[in-house]
């Protein structure tokens, strides 16, 4: 089942901070996030594969609330190479690589 | 690291032409390769499933005879859409995978495909 990604799109000026959600009504694993710019293959952000675990890329972190079967992405101090579509991506069962990915958060970033 | 190339980035060809587009992963061996279909402003629709050396797994509703795929080697995977029509135009991903388990998929740049 596709994870659900809200919102569906965010509108930021530089230096604005955002937070992406990505929920499950089925069990998480895992929680693989990517950014896709127009035109171009989405880029691996990072993966966070235990319950509460943090991971940080530049100024973008990430947390992962098993229990909850949500994660949720934090975009700090916005940059204009921030904007891009969000992935989030679930495995299908535990430990597999092959993902089911939601329908992506839009995020754009103006001067 | 983790480089995957997938060639052509662009191809417009008749109707009832075939099409192959390759995804090779250039600095690591690449268990699992996996191709997607997106279309515009829309999520990454998973095709297929790739493993070396075995049949690749269909997603339900995808042609297995429509859409072929090979997975010869640990660096190389194919996708050939037969006898392509308009309704296949769409934007083409792989992504490959290295062995073991909770890795990362980096994808190739993708492959737009305009059938006329």
């Known amino acids: 089942q596709q994870p659900v990604q809200s919102p569906q799109a965010v509108i930021l000026r530089e230096g604005e901070d955002a937070v992406i959600n990505c929920s499950s009504s089925k069990a998480l694993y895992s929680v693989h996030w990517y950014r896709q710019k127009h035109g171009e293959a989405p880029v691996f952000l990072m993966i966070?594969?235990?319950?509460?675990e943090q991971k940080g890329h530049e100024k973008i972190s990430a947390s992962f609330n098993e229990k909850k079967q949500q994660s949720s992405l934090y975009l700090t101090a916005s940059q204009l190479s921030y904007s891009g579509t969000y992935f989030c991506?679930?495995?299908?069962?535990?430990?597999?690589?092959?993902?089911?990915f939601g329908a992506g958060t839009r995020l754009a970033v103006h001067p | 690291g983790a480089v995957v190339s997938q060639h052509p980035s662009w191809v417009i060809c008749k109707s009832g032409t075939s099409v192959k587009i390759e995804c090779r992963s250039l600095d690591f061996q690449a268990t699992t390769m996996f191709w997607y279909r997106q279309f515009p402003k829309q999520s990454l629709m998973l095709m297929a499933t790739?493993?070396?050396?075995?049949?690749?797994?269909?997603e339900q509703g995808v042609e297995k005879d429509k859409f072929l795929i090979n997975h010869a080697s640990l660096t190389l995977s194919t996708l050939t859409v037969t006898s392509a029509h308009p309704e296949d135009s769409s934007f083409y991903i792989c992504?490959?995978?290295?062995?073991?388990?909770?890795?990362?998929?980096?994808f190739g740049d993708g492959t737009r495909l305009s059938i006329l």
């Open positions: 991506g679930s495995p299908f069962s535990g430990g597999y690589n092959k993902l089911i």
């Open positions: 992504s490959a995978c290295p062995g073991g388990r909770n890795q990362p998929q980096h």
């Open positions: 966070l594969l235990k319950g509460g």
């Open positions: 790739s493993n070396e050396g075995s049949k690749a797994t269909y």
